[in-house]
């Protein structure tokens, strides 16, 4: 159940995050030229709406950067550690998939293939790699110190003695989650596209390779292990300093 959880979940965030992008970006959608507010918030509302419909399954982590995080601090067991990321990696790809389906018409009047790459995966806007992969570290730190910072809060909610703990983690905690996505999005997301999330990446990336997009040009595989590799280190570092600050 928690694998099949985490398929969805990912592929949920994929679809809906995706599908914001490539409503902004590609030519004939009715959101095109939105902006990058619009998507910015598209994604934070993927990530809530994922972690809404499967965190009481699979605790939502949907996010190999997360499950790397919780599991260094042992918050997770490391014996499920493969099995979350395989079901990421898929749910990424599945979303993906959907995402190419629901805008089925427009990639052919959309010309530029790296436009129609960028609904799939990210592309840094200045290509420095070193830079680069500093950015997505700082980025999924952020992440993850911050969603743990607001699980710590779920202990502490009690009114008169009625726990709210329960209320706190299935009503405002994924909505919370989502907004500090919105907000890394808005202030970090400028340099690299904010993958923030190996799996977002890596599974649409292979999806755009895949499917018959016409005139798509390359998936850019000399930067993917950016996205990839940056998160993993970052979401470790983020848990692990959470940890040390605050020993919880």
Do not use: C
Not at 52 to 66: D, L, R, T
Not at 100 to 125: C, R
């Amino acid at each position: 159940m928690v694998y099949l959880a985490e398929i969805v979940g990912t592929a949920i965030l994929t679809l809906l995050g995706g599908g914001v992008v490539a409503g902004v970006t590609l030519n004939r959608s009715k959101a095109h030229n939105g902006g990058w507010i619009v998507i910015t918030f598209g994604w934070g509302m993927a990530v809530a709406m994922a972690v809404y419909v499967v965190g009481q399954y699979s605790g939502a982590h949907i996010n190999p950067a997360v499950t790397l995080g919780m599991a260094s601090i042992g918050e997770f067991s490391w014996t499920m550690v493969p099995g979350y990321l395989a079901a990421q990696m898929l749910g990424a790809f599945l979303g993906a998939v959907l995402v190419y389906l629901a805008y089925l018409p427009h990639w052919e009047v959309t010309e530029d293939p790296g436009t129609k790459l960028g609904v799939f995966s990210t592309a840094p806007e200045v290509r420095n790699l070193p830079a680069n992969f500093v950015t997505e570290v700082i980025g999924t730190f952020m992440l993850v110190f911050g969603i743990l910072g607001i699980n710590a809060n779920e202990t502490e909610m009690t009114d008169g003695g009625v726990d709210l703990s329960s209320l706190f983690a299935t009503g405002f905690a994924p909505l919370l989650v989502g907004l500090l996505v919105f907000a890394i999005g808005l202030s970090l997301g400028g340099p690299t596209g904010y993958a923030i999330n190996p799996a977002r990446d890596l599974g649409p990336r292979i999806a755009h390779a895949i499917l018959p997009i016409p005139g798509k040009g390359s998936s850019d595989w000399g930067y993917s292990w950016i996205p990839v590799v940056a998160p993993a280190v970052g979401g470790v570092l983020g848990a692990l300093t959470f940890r040390s600050l605050f020993g919880v």
